[in-house]
Every structure is written in C-alpha cells, then in structure tokens.
C-alpha cells in the first residue's frame, strides 16, 4: 500500500483560542494540511460556531462540521486563574496562538502577546480583530457585515441608486481574514526559521476586504472619483456583465480586452461590432456602456445559457452560467476535480464539504475527520501532552477549569 504523505504543516502545534469563524479558519486551512489545531473552547458551552447555521442530527451545525473539522477540541475557562495557567503550559509546547479577542482582552487576563512571549519566545500569535489593534475604533466590535460596510465593498453591492446589497456569502470577510490570517502565520514561521523568534500577525477584518478593492484607492487620490454601485458591470470594463439567456437563466460574460471584445463579435455571429467605426476599442464601448450591454443582451435572450456557454467556450470567450448549489452538484468539472467530498462522522453519518484548498501535488490537504464533539480531546492533550494526574484532572473538572 502507497504510503499516504505527512501533510506539509506537520509538526506545528496550533492553539485555536478564538470564537466563531474568522481567526477560526486559519486554523482549519493549516489543519487541512497537517497541522496539529487544539480548538479551545468554553467547557459545557462550547464555541458559538456550532450553534450557527443548520442543525445536524447531533446539534452541532454543518458549518461547524465543516468549519471546525480535523481540529482537536478541548475546552478550558480562560477566565479562571487555572485555566491560564493551563493555556500557559501549552503555549509552552505550541507553535501559533489564534485569537480574536476584543482588544485588550487577553491582555487583562494576562495572556496577551507580551505575556505569552516570556513563556515561549519563539510562539507565532494571529490576532483578528474588528479594526486591529491600533487606532481610535481598535476596541470597537466587529463582525463580516461591518467589515463590509467599513471596507467600502458594501457600498458598491447593487443597483445604482438602490439599497445596497450584500456582496455574495455573509461570512466573506471572515473567510478572507482568516485565508490572510493563515499567510501571515506562514511568512511567521518561514521568519522564525531564520531568526528563532517568534512575532504577532495583526488583521482588522475590513483590512481582508479593503486590501482587494484594486485601483480604487489610488484613483481616488488622484482624481477624486467615487466609484458607486454599477449593478453587475464593472467600471473600467464593457462588455463585462451578467446577461440574461432565453430560458431565464444568466450567464457571465467577461471581455477584459479588445482582443477578447473582438472574439465575442465573432461569436455572435456580427464581427462588424469590433470594427474602428464602431466598438472596437475600450474607450469606444465605456463610452456607450448601455448600448453594448443592450445588444449583448439581445443576443444572449435568443439562445438558452447551454448554448451561450457552448458557443462563447468554442469561440474563445470567457463565459459561465450563474452556478446556483445544485447546479454545483452536477456539474462535471466540480465532480472530476473532486471539489466536494464525502466525509464520514460517527455521530451523524455521511457529510459533503468542500475539499482541502489549495492542492499541492506532493502534500496534498485532506480531511481526516469532520468537527469533533465538545472537549472529544481533553484526556488525550491533557493527561497525555501536559502529563496531568487523574486528582488533578478531575478537580480541574469540578472547578470547571476545564
């Protein structure tokens, strides 16, 4: 039998302090590779994430099967002198810290980054935050939403002159933060090997979505232009839109450049349109947006988004129907990448998730088991890795340290 390969983060010890999602999954990206994550969380109560989204059979919900799989759950009451005491002596054999703490909070409980510094002074903190650390709004709460707000995403979700909308998955923010919050830990440890030293990654969640808004900044300070809402256009780029086919559903259309613009003409069968006297330059089609968004829509209704696909993929133009879930399900390119998996949980049977991102060819992620029970792992790290003795371990438990 094929010898299955260690996963590329094996070795690092992860102490997943933190609550809900955005530090979180950091933790289950470097998990999916191998990283040992101990999820700590409040004894009896447990993390909030397993009672937000859509109850199982067990009452843990499927974003926390998702979410929280392969991590080790323990539970510890960092509030009590004894459960920092505790979460001291595994810092002491740990490699990252996650946390998302309101600023200031670890610091008064006396395990804040300085603090856990002199226990190990080679341990990696991620800190996730509403607005980071610093500045005048740093101990304000936060959450994705207000991320968005904040970013100046929201803003630009939906219809001109309508209420903004939601900019797709409520939890964005969240997800990107703690994707920035795993790259950070990574670059930490790639500088510890060098150094020895540990150091703290600081993420305000608008810093995750604020950092991808392209030119936005920078033309603003240049010109002074607001970019607003624009619906499912883009501002610098016509035809570049959702358009409707003739059996009701939608397609996107992307034509970054002339050349693409060119193809697309080609394909709906009128290649005048990319000609010098009509739309064959940028400039030209930003100029009558409406007009080249109207006759790209007129062709897409005459045909039903099967066809639109087909005939934009032979000629070269990049072009999707609007994937709803099911769609997902049946689609083949999802099936043969093998983007969902069925993974197995003692409690509630079979559950798809998405597969481990990215894949490495030598290492690959992969998903040893879903989000486990409340504190499944406390004998396993703490009579096992801290060496605890059944009086004590069970005091501990009666104080409801652990």
């Not at 409520?170 to 933060?177: G, N, P, R, V």
Request: aromatic letters at 8%; one cysteine or more; charged letters at 25%.
């Amino acid at each position: 039998m094929e010898k299955i390969p260690e996963g590329a983060l094996a070795g690092i010890r992860v102490l997943d302090i933190a609550t809900f999602l955005a530090a979180p999954f950091c933790g289950t990206v470097m998990a999916d590779f191998g990283a040992e994550v101990l999820k700590v969380e409040m004894p009896k109560v447990g993390d909030p994430l397993r009672r937000f989204g859509t109850e199982t059979a067990c009452k843990d919900t499927f974003v926390w099967m998702s979410e929280a799989r392969n991590k080790k759950s323990i539970t510890l009451d960092l509030r009590q002198p004894k459960g920092v005491e505790l979460l001291r002596k595994l810092v002491a054999q740990s490699d990252v810290v996650i946390e998302n703490f309101r600023t200031g909070t670890l610091e008064k409980w006396g395990i804040g980054y300085e603090d856990l510094k002199r226990v190990n002074p080679k341990i990696i903190m991620l800190r996730i935050t509403g607005y980071g650390q610093t500045g005048p709004y740093n101990t304000r709460p936060g959450f994705a939403r207000i991320a968005h707000a904040f970013s100046g995403l929201a803003n630009l979700a939906g219809e001109p002159g309508r209420i903004p909308v939601m900019p797709g998955s409520t939890s964005l923010a969240d997800y990107m933060s703690g994707v920035w919050g795993a790259l950070g830990v990574l670059m930490a440890l790639r500088s510890r090997d060098r150094t020895g030293v540990g150091q703290f990654i600081d993420i305000g969640l608008y810093e995750s979505t604020f950092r991808m808004m392209d030119e936005m900044a920078s033309v603003y300070a240049h010109s002074g232009f607001v970019r607003e809402r624009m619906g499912p256009d883009t501002v610098n780029i016509v035809p570049h839109s959702h358009y409707e086919t003739k059996d009701g559903r939608w397609v996107a259309i992307a034509c970054s450049s002339d050349k693409m613009f060119t193809r697309l003409a080609h394909v709906m069968g009128d290649p005048d349109l990319a000609a010098p006297d009509r739309f064959e330059k940028m400039d030209d089609r930003l100029a009558e947006r409406e007009k080249v968004n109207g006759i790209v829509s007129d062709w897409t209704r005459s045909y039903s988004a099967d066809d639109i696909v087909s005939k934009c993929n032979e000629g070269g133009v990049p072009c999707s129907i609007l994937m709803s879930i099911k769609d997902i399900f049946e689609d083949p390119h999802y099936q043969e990448r093998g983007n969902l998996v069925t993974v197995n949980d003692p409690r509630i049977g079979d559950v798809v998730v998405p597969v481990a991102v990215p894949r490495l060819s030598g290492t690959p992620g992969r998903i040893n088991h879903l989000g486990p029970a409340l504190g499944s792992s406390n004998d396993e790290i703490y009579r096992g890795l801290l060496g605890i003795d059944d009086a004590t371990y069970a005091e501990l438990e009666k104080q409801g340290a652990i």
